[in-house]
């Protein structure tokens, strides 16, 4: 499909440029509109956002064109991407929308979409609003026009969905956690959802002013995460980004946590239950090592393209459950149907709490090999795959490496960069087979 529009996570931009211009919100709501109505002839779809000022913009926009079209808004102000796809589940919705650039600074914004099902939707669908947006639009008459109305209680839902992927049995007691929310979506709720399951919540970055989201804290620049932990001298620190689908988890001795780490943990975790985990789903960045732990305990696992939407296709194809990135989209698909920063973190102290052992203890299995990423700056439009000193070269890296390491090597979709990187249990070894390969590449 060649999207016009539409990215790999929604549509996004800068505010103000095309298309996240409130012109082109009111053009996508009515063309969205038209296409959910091939379906149903009064359908209803939710709103949410972070806390960008540009979202009331956004919003407006949206809710007209959807009103045009004779289309019902519920809007649940300020909530998280996972916490809208939760409610258009659970309220029986045609649609959920969010308005987020996720954690982009506050300049950013964009639009996304979730099915009646609380899943991201298909290329198919994106290229039939691309198609809807071509065309002349067709406005309802007044009495077909669509109605808007608050959601009074979303949040509070939406916490007892968190608190209920949370094992019944136990308890947050005795835990001090740091929780930073990046000034986004989640500043009101992540608190809530553990300070009711009973840890001691000091926060951070719940102060949004409509320009700080993700501006020096979430789970982006999580400094100030480790910062306060070590300050508030607390067992846990977990941070999200703008909207709330992303996790970091510091401990009290101020080690950092990546994805890759946490969703092993996950695995270890049902494990311990005796429960069935056939597979996992990682993509082209995760880290070797933590592949090797798995294969170690018997859990195959499989890599997809970078990017949590195409985890979420392989588990779905698969018909597995658990899959993440590195960069903290971890996907618990016995949980919820897309990437919850919130669920996911209850996950982890979930493990942390049954076992009785610390987070650290956990991972004592796993050692993840030392990575070494390089840029390569290449002419625009260049056929890198047919440098034949390139080839060569990786050829002879991979042979060297054998079991013990890996290459990647990516074009950038979004500059003329070659991204080489190479993995090995040695990391001097690595660093040198990745600049052999950048030298090729540059050759």
């Excluded at 009785?356 to 056929?383: C, F, H, M």
Aim: one cysteine or more.
């Amino acid at each position: 499909m060649s999207r016009r529009y539409f990215g790999t996570d929604g549509i996004r931009g800068t505010v103000g440029a095309s298309p996240i211009t409130p012109d082109f919100m009111l053009r996508l709501g009515h063309a969205v509109g038209r296409v959910l109505k091939r379906e149903r002839d009064r359908p209803a779809v939710v709103i949410g956002k972070d806390t960008r000022i540009s979202g009331y913009m956004i919003e407006s926009a949206l809710e007209a064109g959807f009103a045009s079209a004779g289309v019902d808004t519920l809007l649940s102000g300020p909530l998280p991407t996972p916490g809208v796809a939760y409610l258009t589940r659970a309220l029986r919705l045609d649609l959920g929308i969010v308005i987020s650039a996720s954690h982009n600074p506050f300049n950013d914004n964009g639009v996304k979409f979730f099915s009646a099902r609380g899943e991201k939707l298909p290329d198919d669908w994106e290229a039939s609003v691309e198609a809807a947006l071509e065309d002349a639009p067709q406005w309802v008459g007044s009495a077909e026009l669509g109605r808007a109305r608050r959601i009074d209680d979303a949040r509070g839902r939406y916490i007892e969905f968190c608190k209920g992927s949370f094992g019944h049995e136990l308890t947050l007691r005795g835990l001090k956690i740091v929780v930073d929310a990046a000034h986004g979506a989640a500043y009101q709720v992540a608190p809530e959802v553990f300070h009711e399951l009973g840890a001691e919540v000091v926060t951070i970055g719940v102060a949004p002013d409509g320009l700080n989201i993700n501006e020096g804290c979430g789970a982006t620049a999580p400094a100030a995460l480790v910062a306060a932990v070590a300050e508030h001298r607390c067992d846990y620190g977990i941070a999200l980004d703008g909207d709330a689908d992303r996790l970091q988890v510091v401990d009290g001795a101020g080690r950092l946590y990546n994805g890759d780490e946490l969703l092993y943990v996950m695995v270890a975790d049902r494990l311990a239950q005796a429960q069935a985990v056939p597979g996992v789903v990682g993509t082209l960045m995760t880290n070797m090592g933590v592949e090797v732990a798995l294969r170690e305990r018997g859990v195959e696992f499989v890599r997809a393209k970078v990017g949590d939407r195409y985890v979420l296709e392989e588990l779905v194809a698969r018909g597995w459950q658990l899959g993440g990135e590195g960069s903290g989209h971890l996907l618990a698909l016995d949980k919820h149907t897309t990437g919850d920063g919130i669920v996911s973190a209850l996950q982890v102290l979930q493990a942390v709490r049954r076992s009785g052992r610390a987070l650290a203890e956990l991972l004592d299995g796993v050692r993840l090999y030392p990575q070494t990423l390089i840029n390569v700056r290449v002419a625009a439009g260049s056929d890198w795959r047919g440098n034949g000193q390139l080839s060569g070269e990786q050829d002879a890296v991979v042979r060297e490496l054998g079991d013990h390491g890996r290459v990647l090597i990516r074009a950038s979709g979004t500059e003329p960069v070659l991204r080489v990187m190479v993995e090995a249990r040695d990391g001097a070894l690595a660093r040198a087979c990745a600049e052999r390969l950048a030298a090729a590449a540059q050759a």
